[in-house]
C-alpha cells in the first residue's frame, strides 16, 4: 500500500509547479468607466441635484440619531413651551421621534427658530452653481393642502 501513495505524490507536485492558464493571461477590465473631460455624467441624475451630501467613509456611513437625518427627511409633528422657549417634535424617515431645540443639528443643517406653529432650519446647500450657500427651509405643523 505504501508504494502507490509515494507514486501519486510526485504526479500531485508536478501538477502544483505548472502556472494555471488563467493567471498567464493579463486581466481585462469588466464593466465600463466614464471619462467626463469637462462634461457632466450623464448617468447621475439631475432631479436630486444639490440635495446629496458628500459622506466620507463609504455608502451608508450616516451618524446615528437626529445628525443622521436630512432636512428633507423630517417632519414636524408637534412644539411644546418648556421654560420660556418652545422645543419641537420629530418624526424622522427612521419612524423614529426626536425632541430637538434651536441649535440642534442635522446632516445637512441646523434648527434655527422654533415657534408655535413652524421650524425653521439652516440647510447648507451643496451644490456647487449655486449661488447661496445656505438657505433657510419652514417645516410647519399644519401644512395646507396649497403647501404640499
Known amino acids: 500500500m505504501a508504494p ?27 464593466g465600463y468607466t466614464y471619462d467626463p473631460q469637462g462634461r ?16 466620507t467613509g463609504g455608502p451608508g456611513a ?9 432636512t428633507g427627511e423630517v417632519t414636524l409633528k408637534g412644539t411644546l413651551a418648556s421654560q420660556g422657549t418652545y422645543v419641537g417634535i ?3 424617515s427612521d419612524q423614529k421621534t426626536y425632541i430637538v ?5 442635522l446632516l445637512d443643517g441646523t434648527i434655527r427658530a422654533i415657534t408655535p406653529d413652524s421650524m425653521v432650519i439652516t440647510q ?6 449655486s449661488l447661496e450657500k445656505q438657505r433657510e427651509v419652514r417645516k410647519l405643523l399644519r401644512q395646507t393642502e396649497e403647501a404640499k
Do not use: I, M, Y
Request: hydrophobic share 30%.
Open 4 to 30: 502507490p501513495a509515494s507514486a501519486s505524490t510526485p504526479q500531485t507536485a508536478a501538477q502544483g509547479t505548472t502556472a494555471p492558464p488563467s493567471a498567464a493571461s493579463p486581466v481585462e477590465p469588466q
Open 40 to 55: 457632466r455624467d450623464p448617468f447621475v441624475s439631475l432631479l436630486r441635484r444639490g440635495s446629496e451630501v458628500p459622506r
Open 62 to 70: 450616516r451618524p446615528n440619531g437626529l445628525a443622521g437625518l436630512e
Open 90 to 92: 420629530l418624526q424622522g
Open 101 to 105: 431645540k434651536a441649535g440642534d443639528r
Open 124 to 129: 447648507q446647500v451643496t451644490d456647487p452653481l
